[in-house]
């Protein structure tokens, strides 16, 4: 069956960027033809080591999805005290979906009027463009389930730099505030270059990524 992997690119020290240029972060993206559209809006109260796909909001975003100003809960549920923190135990997220759109043009408009600052946000892409040949050598397969979330957190959260979800926390951890992470089953193991180039144009260039699998 094989296991996914969630891939993180955040700069060397937690910040967030202005809601202008988080924006710009977000189209670029698309606009390289590094994810395909529809995009999705969320915010409120999100956790950032939340597996993409598997329980989180921005998945239930993704896959349900559901109408515009929806309050999406994790599928975890109110974790046991003493439980492990996320990624290896239960991540507790709560958000209202505030916008989708297929244009990119519909993205700025729509982070103009979210709580940015005030609230986690998150930018979701229905998924990766395997048109774009750097995308498709580094992957290997199409496969539509490889969604993209651009992260804009009120307050910093640690995000382990490697990370098993089936073992039990272990190893250093980074902080992150504004952040790409996208998920994956089949590819090289390591962060997408070309994800990495457009990121870097807003992020800067001196980089730090991680992985989270299970």
């Not at 992957?139 to 009120?154: F, G, I, V």
Request: proline share 10%; hydrophobic share 40%.
């Amino acid at each position: 069956m094989g296991m996914w992997v969630d891939t993180f690119i955040a700069p060397p020290s937690p910040s967030l960027l202005s809601r202008v240029e988080f924006a710009r972060l977000v189209v670029d993206l698309g606009r390289e033809r590094l994810v395909r559209t529809p995009w999705m809006l969320l915010a409120g109260t999100l956790c950032v080591n939340a597996g993409l796909g598997w329980g989180s909001v921005v998945g239930r975003a993704r896959f349900e999805p559901p109408a515009i100003g929806t309050e999406l809960r994790s599928e975890d549920g109110v974790p046991d005290p003493g439980s492990e923190p996320p990624p290896w135990g239960a991540s507790v997220e709560r958000a209202l979906l505030l916008a989708r759109g297929e244009s990119l043009d519909g993205l700025a408009p729509a982070l103009r009027q979210a709580p940015y600052g005030r609230q986690d946000l998150a930018v979701v892409f229905h998924c990766l463009d395997f048109t774009h040949p750097a995308i498709l050598d580094h992957y290997w397969y199409e496969d539509e389930r490889t969604m993209l979330a651009c992260y804009a957190l009120a307050t910093p959260q640690d995000r382990p730099l490697e990370a098993n979800t089936c073992g039990r926390p272990a190893g250093p951890v980074h902080p992150v505030q504004t952040c790409v992470v996208n998920t994956w089953k089949h590819g090289d193991g390591s962060a997408c270059p070309a994800i990495e180039m457009v990121t870097a144009r807003h992020l800067g260039p001196a980089l730090v990524t991680g992985v989270t699998w299970g």
